[in-house]
């Protein structure tokens, strides 16, 4: 599937590996000694390089600074015990990124480019992924518009980039949520499906309000009745009511998480009882209030799962069961960690070994 690509190599003559801290890695601090880069003259994708990780230079006037035609990706690379390198499932992100690409009027990758480069990458920079527990290689493949126009259009020429850095877990600890009324992510026919840099810009400002109050992220609702949960900050929204494992479904609001994928994907195959429905902001309340309520969590790279242990509404704080009663999520945590460190069989073929 993945065919040998001409991508030219330049090395650091300086390894910065020892300079890092493996046993206390900060989330997104830290960058790899490489890049992987790709250019898009308006026609094709070439001149396909790994070079040194080092500072971009651009004229002031390079359209993704002004109009934000800028799409990125996010995933993990894990060693396991005998020393390789996994991807998890990274051929999801390779369609993901070109999904996003077309709403933004971008050019799309070939996916042999974008995993391809991936891959390339992830060899030369293989001793930059941590082995304790808990970390991992993160993974950022991205897109800007280069044009040096300020005339709103779209962009003629791209550049493609993917850059790792090690991260250790990204949640100590579970977080307190809010459900917001005010202020929305996305809006039916919008960008939220989208991994684009507007989306993250423009969610900055209520997570602070929030953040002023004490909560660590956002319950978003949608546009139109605010009544109706979306997702929790950049994660999907994953719910057990009843026994039931409850989320919305994907929209042009939602975004299309793989985490949330596997773990519908691990649910069905244990026979759990699965609900993808629009969740209401009062069905939650009343089941916090009649205790169906068993777990909330967000799903995401970054986290896997991240257990909300706080849902606020309408100024009323919701404490949720205890962390360690919530048996599914802790389960598909566990199941998922297992996959993605080689511990456990592969049986839907979603580790990509470098
Ligand atoms: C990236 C992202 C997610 C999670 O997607 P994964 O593929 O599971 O990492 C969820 N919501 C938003 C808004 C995102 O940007």
């Not at 799309?108 to 293989?126: A, N, S, T, V, W």
């Not at 209520?206 to 009544?227: C, F, I, R, S, V």
Request: proline fraction near 4%.
């Amino acid at each position: 599937m993945i065919q040998t690509l001409d991508i030219s190599v330049t090395r650091t003559s300086q390894s910065k590996i020892s300079q890092v801290d493996f046993q206390d890695i900060q989330f997104g601090k830290i960058y790899s000694d490489h890049i992987f880069i790709a250019d898009y003259d308006g026609q094709q994708w070439s001149d396909l390089r790994i070079e040194p990780f080092a500072n971009l230079t651009m004229s002031p006037a390079t359209s993704v600074l002004h109009y934000g035609q800028s799409i990125f990706e996010g995933l993990k690379a894990y060693k396991n015990e005998a020393g390789e390198a996994l991807i998890f499932r990274p051929d999801r992100n390779a369609a993901r990124f070109n999904k996003s690409a077309v709403r933004m009027c971008m050019p799309e990758i070939p996916e042999d480019i974008f995993l391809g480069g991936m891959r390339e990458l992830i060899k030369l920079d293989k001793d930059w992924i941590p082995d304790r527990i808990g970390t991992s290689l993160y993974i950022r493949p991205f897109m800007i518009a280069t044009d040096e126009y300020i005339g709103v259009r779209p962009s003629q020429t791209y550049r493609f980039m993917i850059f790792t850095g090690p991260v250790g877990a990204y949640y100590s600890k579970p977080v307190r949520v809010k459900v917001e009324k005010k202020f929305v992510r996305a809006a039916e026919g919008g960008t939220g499906f989208a991994k684009t840099a507007g989306n993250y810009a423009g969610s900055l400002y209520p997570a602070q309000l929030a953040a002023q109050q004490g909560y660590d992220q956002l319950m978003w609702t949608d546009a139109k009745t605010n009544e109706y949960i979306e997702e929790a900050g950049t994660m999907n929204l994953m719910l057990v009511i009843d026994d039931t494992l409850l989320t919305p479904p994907t929209s042009g609001t939602i975004l299309d998480g793989i985490t949330r994928d596997s773990i519908l994907t691990l649910a069905k195959d244990w026979g759990m009882k699965i609900e993808v429905r629009k969740v209401s902001v009062s069905e939650i309340v009343q089941a916090i209030e009649q205790n169906r309520l068993q777990e909330a969590f967000g799903a995401g790279t970054a986290a896997t799962v991240a257990h909300i242990r706080t849902i606020a509404n309408e100024g009323i704080d919701y404490e949720l069961p205890a962390i360690e009663d919530r048996e599914f999520s802790n389960k598909v945590l566990k199941a998922l960690d297992d996959i993605k460190y080689g511990r456990t069989e592969d049986t839907h073929g979603w580790v990509m070994k470098v």
